[in-house]
Structures are given as C-alpha cells and as structure tokens.
C-alpha cells in the first residue's frame, strides 16, 4: 500500500509571518489540510487550490471533531497516499497533542515529521513587551496548562512546586480559573504584589494587553472582559512591561485591513500599514482561468483592427493565445493601443510598438483582457467595444474558507479599495462564493480611494465608511477612519 507523509506544522501564535519557512513549504505542498481553530485563517490562502480542507475546531465544550477523529482523519489520508498536514496553533508539542497524533502514525508505520512552531507563551509575552527570562528578574520558567483537567473541573498543578521553585510562569487556557490560579499562588509562596500579565490574541493587531498582580489581575481581567485565547503570565519580569512595550503602542495597533488583490502598486501601502502596527491581509481573491478561443476569425489577417489592451497581463494572454491558435504575429495588420502607460511599456518590453488609447467618435475597437476588466471598461465606452475575453475568473474553496473565517472571527474590520479592479473584484468574489455582502458589509466596514472607484461600489449597492482623494498621510487618514467608525 502506498502510504503518504504527514507533517505536523506549528503555525505560530496569530501573526502570519511567524510560520517557519519549513512550516510554510510543507503547507504548500499538501494534498489534506487539517486545521483547527487558533490558526490564523490566512494561512490557508497559501495551500494549493485543490487541496482538501478539514476544520477539527476546538472550543470549550464545543468539539467539531473529536480527538479521536481528528486522528483517525489523519491516518485514513495518509494511507491513501496523501501528503497531509496537521496544521496546529503554536507549537504542536506544546499542549497540541502532536504526541497522540504522531504516536498513532508509529504504530501504523506511516511516515510523519513535525516542524515546531513559535509558540504563545513566549511571542505573544514578548509582544506584550515582556521577555520571559532576564538575568536580573528572572532564570526559570515553566509553562502550564490552565485547563480544566480535574473531575471538580479546576486544572491540576503542584502548586507547591511552581509557587517557590520557577520565577516566571506561563498558563495556557486559564483565563477562565484566573482567581483560582492567583488565590492558589499566594496561598503557596507567592508574594500579592507579584506582577501578572494576561495577554489576548497574542501577536495579532488586536492583542490586548491587561497588567496587574495576583492580587489585582483577576478582577481587572474581569472587567476587561477579557476570554481566550489568551496566556498568563506571572513573576517579576512584568515589570519591564513599561519600559519594553513597542507592538500595541503603534498608531494603528487593533486595526485589520483586507486588500482583495496583489499588486506591487500596494507595497508602499502594505508596508506602511503593517509598520504602523496593522494586521494586513492582502490576497488575490480570484483566480484567472484562460479562456480556450478561436481568434482566428476576429483577428482576420487581412483586416485592420485597433486592440486595446488593458493589463499588462493582458499582454502576455494575449500573446500566448496567438500562439495556440497557429496565428503568425507578424501577419497581425491590427493597431495596438494600451490603455495607460504600464500597459504601453509591457508591450514595448516584447517588441510591440503601441500608441495610448484616446476614445473617438465612431471608434469600435476590440476590448483585450480579462472578464472583470473588460466589464469596467464597457462601462466606459456604453458597452459599444467587441471584446477578446482571455481569462475568466473563479475562486478557490480554500480563499472562501480563509475569507470567511477572517471575517466571521473578526480578524479583518476593514476592506481596502484602492481603485475600481479592486472593488470588482470583491464584489465578484462574494458573487462566486455565495456569502452575503450583506453579512460581510456587518461586519467590517469598506474604505475606497478616488472616485472611479466611488462609482463602482455605489454602482454595486457597495456601503462605504469613507473615501479618500489621495493618501498624504496613510496612517493619520486611515487611522482616524477606523477611530471615528468605532467611537461611533
């Protein structure tokens, strides 16, 4: 039988760029991902479009699979030969059961390989601006496990132990027995006055942060509001919180911004967002299909066509659909017009002289490029253009899952329309994959920059927060629009 490889993939604690490189390459190499609920959704959006997907969520109280299936899944893929990933929150030996998981595939001798991650105890401390050794505070830690693993529903710890013999503890899952924790920690030899930190959705722009000590960090837990996921820390090395603190002081910290595509137009932007403390979540939504034509007919080697095209990827579409039509482009007698000056320096680059497209009066010319924007395009010129589709767009089911769970678990506040493709293509994105904008518009609010854009998210029925003439200031601008709308 041939058997298959599982990796079991840390994925970190929340920040997309704290996968491993390891960890990265075997996500996109996999034929069945399993995932469970700590991992940051975005992830999924770097597996391969026909990868098989498989949530197994975990909530208190509220399994979607159970343990025991959860490995069960893992070996019925493996066996048929899948490459399978277990992808885990963190790291997957520290209270992610890898050891179960794996020792099952030993004893069914199925090949596995785990590639730790960086787990929350440690980053998301760290984030918080609290190092969990330092020489003058602290040089031990232990890592425990809050959870309920008693029959009274309280977790069992030699309190004793951990009280007198480790300087810094870190608490997995215990938000919900804080008071317990503190209580039992003073009772065995803490001090009251030692400092505790309890840090929610560690490394993520919406991290809070919430300081006190045993004696005080229940209560102020409490009225925070405070649930998991979320750690614990206790000991002296809280005190360097105010002096180390450097993630959740920056101007955009709690704020999320979805970009529905790619472009090297969106670096600046991206860099600037993510260096200013928001959690950025840019993506291709759609994925182009080429379109199978015979152009032979439109493209009549003895007529005189004008070509528009309208992408530098058009370009390239184009050429290679030439080619698999056994056409000659030497014997094109078409004239080639770009669209704008990109698209006029792509043709260029390949030997095709091309003047800027003007609109005349009586001017039928063929639309180049694919579906979504030669749709914006028509709309430009009263849908009075022939068109040459090259590509049609579809989505993955992995961007869906990804997409909704960003949304839905409150990751993403707000979506970012630079310019009319990129509200296209939401708006096509949530038509392809039969989610409500309804319910996305909920949710999250729609910021879009220039007015070509305005006009296609109001053409839509497209709500937006706020639109933007021009970007002087990035943060200040889109700062203040995501303040306003929550002090709203």
């Given at each position: 039988m041939n058997k298959g490889m599982v990796y079991f993939v840390g994925a970190g604690p929340g920040d997309v760029d704290l996968i491993t490189v390891k960890g990265k390459?075997?996500?996109?190499?996999?034929?069945?991902?399993?995932?469970?609920?700590?991992?940051?959704?975005?992830?999924?959006?770097?597996?391969?479009?026909d990868a098989k997907l498989i949530y197994c969520g975990k909530q208190p109280c509220k399994h979607t699979l159970r343990q025991e299936d959860i490995q069960r899944e893992i070996l019925i893929h493996a066996k048929k030969g899948k490459t399978v990933v277990r992808l885990k929150g963190g790291d997957p030996a520290v209270f992610g059961r890898v050891g179960e998981e794996a020792e099952l595939l030993a004893e069914h001798r199925v090949a596995y390989e785990i590639i730790p991650g960086i787990t929350a105890g440690i980053a998301?401390?760290?984030?918080?601006?609290?190092?969990?050794?330092?020489?003058?505070?602290?040089?031990?830690?232990?890592v425990v496990t809050g959870h309920a693993s008693k029959e009274d529903g309280t977790p069992k710890i030699d309190w004793p132990s951990i009280s007198k013999g480790v300087e810094t503890i870190v608490f997995y899952m215990g938000v919900k027995h804080l008071k317990m924790i503190s209580t039992e920690l003073v009772k065995h030899g803490k001090a009251k006055d030692t400092g505790a930190l309890v840090v929610q959705w560690g490394t993520y722009s919406r991290q809070r942060t919430i300081e006190g000590t045993l004696a005080t960090i229940a209560n102020k837990v409490e009225q925070a509001k405070i649930t998991n996921p979320?750690?614990?820390?206790?000991?002296?090395?809280?005190?360097?919180?105010?002096?180390?603190?450097?993630?959740?002081?920056?101007?955009?910290?709690?704020?999320?911004?979805?970009?529905?595509?790619?472009?090297?137009?969106?670096?600046?932007?991206?860099?600037?967002?993510?260096?200013?403390?928001?959690?950025?979540?840019?993506?291709?939504?759609?994925?182009?299909?080429?379109?199978?034509?015979?152009?032979?007919?439109?493209?009549n080697l003895s007529s005189k066509r004008e070509l528009v095209f309208?992408?530098?990827?058009?370009?390239?579409?184009?050429?290679?659909?030439?080619?698999?039509?056994?056409?000659?482009?030497?014997?094109?007698?078409?004239?080639?017009?770009?669209?704008?000056?990109?698209?006029?320096?792509?043709?260029?680059?390949?030997?095709?002289?091309?003047?800027?497209?003007?609109?005349?009066?009586?001017?039928?010319?063929?639309?180049?490029?694919?579906?979504?924007?030669?749709?914006?395009?028509?709309?430009?010129?009263?849908?009075?253009?022939?068109?040459?589709?090259?590509?049609?767009?579809?989505?993955?089911?992995?961007?869906?899952?990804?997409?909704?769970?960003?949304?839905?678990?409150?990751?993403?506040?707000?979506?970012?329309?630079?310019?009319?493709?990129?509200?296209?293509?939401l708006i096509r994105f949530i038509e392809l994959s039969g989610i409500s904008m309804k319910d996305v518009l909920d949710k999250v609010k729609v910021i879009c920059q220039g007015k070509e854009t305005m006009h296609v998210l109001n053409k839509h029925n497209v709500p937006f927060e706020w639109a933007i003439e021009d970007l002087p200031d990035l943060v200040s601008t889109l700062g203040e629009v995501v303040l306003q709308k929550e002090s709203s």
């Open positions: 390459r075997a996500l996109q190499q996999a034929d069945v991902v399993i995932f469970d609920r700590l991992i940051n959704p975005f992830l999924l959006t770097d597996i391969r479009n998301a401390t760290m984030y918080a601006g609290v190092p969990i050794t330092h020489r003058n505070h602290s040089k031990s830690f232990a979320a750690i614990i820390v206790v000991g002296d090395v809280v005190k360097l919180r105010n002096k180390l603190a450097w993630f959740d002081q920056k101007p955009l910290s709690g704020k999320s911004f979805l970009i529905p595509r790619k472009m090297e137009t969106n670096e600046k932007t991206v860099s600037t967002l993510k260096e200013n403390g928001a959690d950025v979540f840019e993506h291709d939504l759609l994925i182009n299909r080429e379109e199978k034509q015979n152009i032979k007919n439109l493209l309208l992408s530098e990827k058009s370009v390239y579409a184009f050429l290679l659909t030439v080619g698999t039509n056994g056409l000659d482009l030497r014997q094109i007698q078409s004239t080639f017009l770009a669209i704008n000056e990109k698209v006029q320096r792509t043709l260029q680059s390949v030997g095709l002289q091309a003047n800027l497209f003007v609109k005349r009066v009586g001017m039928s010319p063929v639309l180049v490029g694919g579906e979504l924007e030669i749709n914006y395009y028509q709309d430009q010129l009263n849908n009075k253009a022939e068109e040459l589709v090259l590509t049609k767009q579809i989505v993955a089911q992995k961007d869906v899952e990804s997409f909704t769970r960003l949304i839905e678990e409150q990751h993403v506040n707000t979506i970012f329309v630079s310019n009319p493709m990129d509200a296209l293509t």
